[in-house]
């Protein structure tokens, strides 16, 4: 059983390391499995087959089973965190926000845009806030909501004003 309480040691070191040293500890594994392959995977399944492993041991006196149990639960962990770990890297830019990509959402005025100048909206893109300088073709007060329907520089847009609901769907009568 100590043999298992070490290796789960090791794992929890490996871990620590992985942890404070990720880039450098990484770049020793470059070879072995690819981007999957890395030192928080390999801290993931040596900590759960040593720890596993021991606890089976504890519970059927089987070495064998231990083993078994150990590789298979360590398996699943270090695969789970190996992909993990890439999802994490391939990360991508999508939490950039990109005026080009706003055409077409909605954003509420923040500073009234007057007949031929310039206002600011506020919206939520990508879980960011984000206010740009906005322009219309007619005045929009504040408070407004309005559709991006343009783009003029990074920082500015052209809006158009929502139409409000109507507060009567149906026909008044006199």
Not at 26 to 45: K, N, Q, R, T
Not at 90 to 98: C, I, K, L, Q, T
Not at 108 to 130: L, R
Request: charged fraction near 10%.
């Amino acid at each position: 059983m100590l043999v298992f309480l070490i290796i789960g040691g090791v794992g929890i070191a490996l871990l620590v390391v992985s942890l404070l040293l990720g880039e450098v500890l990484d770049g020793l594994f470059e070879g072995i499995g690819g981007d999957l392959f890395s030192g928080a995977a390999l801290a993931g399944f040596l900590g759960v087959f040593g720890f596993a492993g021991a606890l089976t041991l504890s519970l059927t006196d089987s070495v064998g089973l231990a083993i078994l149990f150990g590789l298979l639960s360590g398996g699943v962990v270090g695969a789970l965190t190996g992909w993990a770990t890439l999802k994490l890297r391939e990360g991508g830019d999508e939490a950039n926000v990109r005026t080009g990509d706003l055409v077409g959402s909605k954003a509420s005025v923040v500073t009234a845009i007057p007949d031929g100048g310039y206002g600011e909206i506020t919206m939520v893109a990508s879980g960011h806030i984000t206010r740009l300088n906005a322009r219309s073709a007619g005045p929009v007060p504040s408070g407004a909501s309005v559709t991006i329907t343009g783009v003029l520089s990074a920082t500015s847009v052209m809006v158009e004003a929502d139409l409000p609901a109507n507060p009567y769907p149906y026909p008044q009568h006199p």
